[in-house]
């Protein structure tokens, strides 16, 4: 009686062990939705002091939506196994962008969920990859075919972006810069220890996903601006050849206002350049030349400005060596004012 109760017992341990390692099965899929989605992302200010700003990217779904499989990998075609199900929502965005003539970087944020895959998934060069993922008790079903349409469950969160760009790349004025992603949602069954290879889905998502558009709308505002625009005019009136020398011009007044602590770069140059002088000399005509100045004898410096700073340009005449000749002299220059 002992003998046959061992029996049983050892058979009763084959068939659990043997149920078991029928359970460990998977089904791995990658859709896209069949229908065109809306992209939203938030306006952003850009300042001159400022190198990055940050958008939210939103408007894609949550819940059952018509999908199209573009990947399988199943080792169980029909089944009803309880098994973990994880939805996890993958983004890729090309990290660098060239808009009108600016480069502009771009990274998705370690963010509300997103992060980037595990070190097993090959990630494309020149792209930031990053998923969010949501794992639920489920069970498995039909190994969906690959072209087939299927109302399936999609997960996402919404994401945050950073760009970043050149200070001072883009002037003053409203931009609609488009920005390229592609996107897909992965699905994964699994029972058992048993999961589905997956270090090719960035691959096949460059491949075979969904690229869509976005604009990203910048409004690029100057916090540092000119008071006055147009030409700086000076006259040295008339002047006798004894009054000609060192003849200085009354200042011609250029303003600037900064409402944050703003480097402010203010140089002046000689449109006609005098050999062995600086560059803040012009000729003036065959009479002589003029030195081109601002606020006391600078003609190249920068001043860190909060609130308004005056310019004061004036103009110094040197008549050549040699008897004076009568006449009427013009020179030019410019004066470059730069918020750094």
Known sequence: MKREMLKLIVLFLLLILTSFSLSAEYQHFLFIPNKQIEIHTESVNLEDD???????????????????????????????????????????????????????RVSIDVYNGWRTPTSSIQLPAGYDVKIVQNIIDSRLEICWQIGGTVNTELYWEN?????????????????????????????????????????????????????DWFDLDVAVRSRCHLNNYGPVSLSHGRMTSDEANGNKTSPARVSVTCDYNAP?????????????????????????????????????????????????????????????????????????????
């Not at 929502?89 to 962008?97: A, D, Q, T, V």
């Not at 140089?267 to 081109?292: D, M, W, Y």
């Open 50 to 104: 400022t190198v990055s700003v940050k958008a939210f990217l939103s408007g894609l779904v949550n819940g059952y939506q018509p999908s199209r499989v573009i990947y399988n990998n199943c080792t169980a075609t029909h089944s009803t196994i309880p098994a973990k199900q994880s939805k996890t929502s993958w983004l890729l965005i090309p990290r660098e962008f060239v808009f009108q003539g600016q480069r502009i």
């Open 264 to 340: 402010v770069k203010v140089e002046l140059i000689g449109n006609q350049r005098v050999a062995g002088r600086t560059k803040n000399f012009t000729r003036c005509g065959s009479g002589g030349t003029c030195e081109l100045t601002f606020n006391g004898g600078e003609y190249d410096k920068t001043y860190n400005t909060t609130g308004n700073l005056d310019i004061d340009v004036i103009s110094t005449f040197h008549p050549n060596p040699g008897p004076a000749i009568e006449g009427v002299f013009s020179g030019s220059g410019v004066l470059k004012v730069i918020f750094e």
């Open 159 to 211: 994401a945050q972006l950073t760009f970043t760009v050149s200070k001072q790349g883009f002037p003053p004025g409203d931009y609609k810069i488009p920005i390229s992603f592609y996107y897909g949602y992965e699905e994964h069954k699994y029972s058992g220890a048993t999961v589905a290879p997956i270090a090719q889905l960035a691959y096949i998502l460059l491949q075979h996903g969904r690229k």
